[in-house]
């Protein structure tokens, strides 16, 4: 018989490759009464979540020490991860008043403990959580939440004009994806995507007006300027600064995300909602697997060849 006071979950306990993963029984989570209860449908496997479970951070010494304090000295101090969800509201706190049970929502956790790698997840009501766009799957609107906040918040700081020249950086992952279409279609940029061969067709049909492969040519080494360069990846070490115009601004998907405020993420979340039901924007799934194949999913990010998002599915497809 089913115990409705307990869940699976996947748990990260200690650092290490994909393995160091597992799915365990717990105890469900209770909405406390600002909070709603989501039972999760889908969630992803985000860069994020891989970088935090082999603790793959970049920096210097210092840098290394103090992420270590911040996330968990052996292993994560958050066992459970998984940056995004979507799913179906099952229970509201008696304060909650802009949701209600059955509403089907989606939602970032990145501002609330994670927690997306679990059949439930209580999430303030004020937080990254939204109703899900009526015109995507469950599958779908689970890769927005975080990459779409990501992407949106720093793009913001960069105030693009319309007839600017934007240059994506890592084009073809799930913020260089977001960032080609918010760049074209809501900003009215002149997009230049940079990414692998294998993924030349997607970002074109992206919205891109050009396409660089990196494995072909270098973007610094022509005469092309732009007035904003976005790292989507933190990948690119050579110099950028000549290929930047006198005004130009560069966005680094690391460095200034730290930038956004969490008071404005809720705001952010909506205006991506707007802009899905308005066909303005769309999800890219490279690949999908149920909850009991998470190691594979995090051995396929790894490798960091994966074309937008990863998903992972807790129930059929809506």
């Given at each position: 018989?089913?115990?409705?006071?307990?869940?699976?979950?996947?748990?990260?306990?200690?650092?290490?490759?994909?393995?160091?993963?597992?799915?365990?029984?717990?105890?469900?989570?209770?909405?406390?009464?600002?909070?709603?209860?989501?039972?999760?449908?889908?969630?992803?496997?985000?860069?994020?979540?891989?970088?935090?479970?082999g603790f793959d951070i970049p920096?210097?010494?210092?840098?290394?020490?103090?992420?270590?304090?911040?996330?968990?000295?052996?292993?994560?101090?958050?066992?459970?991860?998984?940056?995004?969800?979507?799913?179906?509201?099952?229970?509201?706190?008696k304060e909650v008043q802009q949701f209600k049970k059955g509403d089907k929502v989606y939602a970032s956790t990145v501002w609330s403990g994670f927690g997306g790698y679990a059949e439930y997840k209580c999430m303030a009501e004020d937080g990254?959580?939204?109703?899900?766009?009526?015109?995507?799957?469950?599958?779908?609107?689970?890769?927005?939440?975080?990459?779409?906040?990501?992407?949106?918040g720093i793009i913001k700081q960069a105030d693009i004009q319309s007839g600017q020249?934007?240059?994506?950086?890592?084009?073809?992952?799930?913020?260089?994806?977001?960032?080609?279409?918010?760049?074209?279609?809501?900003?009215?940029?002149?997009?230049t995507g940079v990414c692998s061969s294998a993924n030349l067709e997607l970002v074109k049909s992206l919205g891109a007006d050009r396409v660089i492969d990196y494995t072909k040519?270098?973007?610094?080494?022509?005469?092309?300027?732009?007035?904003?360069i976005f790292d989507a990846v933190d990948k690119y070490s050579g110099d950028f600064k000549k290929s930047l115009k006198n005004t130009g601004i560069y966005l680094n998907v690391d460095k200034n995300s730290d930038k956004i405020k969490k008071k404005n993420v809720n705001s952010l979340l909506k205006e991506l909602t707007e802009l899905i039901e308005a066909g303005k924007l769309k999800a890219v799934i490279d690949r999908t697997y149920p909850m009991e194949q998470i190691v594979e999913a995090h051995r396929y990010v790894d490798t960091w060849r994966k074309k937008g998002n990863v998903v992972i599915t807790m129930k059929p497809n809506d």
């Open positions: 018989m089913e115990n409705r006071d307990k869940m699976k979950a996947v748990v990260c306990t200690k650092y290490g490759p994909p393995e160091v993963l597992q799915i365990k029984e717990i105890s469900k989570p209770i909405p406390k009464d600002n909070e709603v209860l989501i039972k999760i449908f889908a969630t992803t496997v985000h860069r994020g979540d891989s970088r935090m479970r920096g210097p010494r210092w840098q290394l020490l103090l992420a270590r304090l911040f996330l968990g000295i052996r292993g994560p101090r958050k066992a459970i991860l998984g940056m995004e969800l979507a799913g179906e509201i099952e229970a509201v706190g990254a959580v939204a109703l899900k766009p009526s015109n995507m799957t469950f599958e779908e609107a689970t890769v927005i939440p975080s990459g779409g906040i990501t992407t949106l020249k934007v240059l994506i950086y890592g084009a073809s992952g799930s913020v260089g994806s977001f960032a080609v279409q918010l760049a074209k279609i809501y900003y009215g940029a002149e997009v040519e270098d973007f610094t080494q022509s005469d092309e300027t732009y007035d904003v």
